[in-house]
């Protein structure tokens, strides 16, 4: 088993910036892939960035160029910095993990709103 714990939502104004971190613990040695998704009242949860163990990253489209994702292999943390916060990136943003076996854990999430 693997717990996660998100930190760094809160308030901000459009054009602002967060960052958002999620600290791993438990099993650690079964995670593979790290990844933050989101989900907006009325939506699907969907991805925003994942990062696999040796650094490789993919973005949502969304929000390419704005938010970068890194990782720390030796605290277990992740993170995820956000710029240029737009209204539409309001969304509850969960951190996941995938193991070796590709079974997901989730953390309990935490708010953003960008406010307009």
């Known amino acids: 088993q693997v717990q996660l714990v998100e930190s760094g939502g809160g308030l901000v104004q459009a054009g602002g910036s967060l960052r958002l971190s999620c600290a791993a613990s438990g099993n650690i040695f079964i995670i593979n892939v790290m990844g933050w998704y989101r989900q907006a009242p009325g939506e699907q949860r969907e991805l925003v960035a994942r990062?696999?163990?040796?650094?490789?990253?993919n973005y949502a489209e969304a929000v390419k160029g704005r938010f970068t994702i890194s990782r720390d292999n030796r605290k277990n943390t992740l993170l995820l910095e956000m710029n240029s916060l737009k209204p539409e990136d309001t969304a509850v943003y969960y951190c996941?993990?995938?193991?070796?076996?590709?079974?997901?854990?989730w953390g309990q999430g935490t708010q953003v709103t960008v406010s307009s």
């Open positions: 990062i696999t163990r040796d650094g490789t990253t």
């Open positions: 996941n993990v995938e193991d070796y076996a590709l079974r997901q854990y």
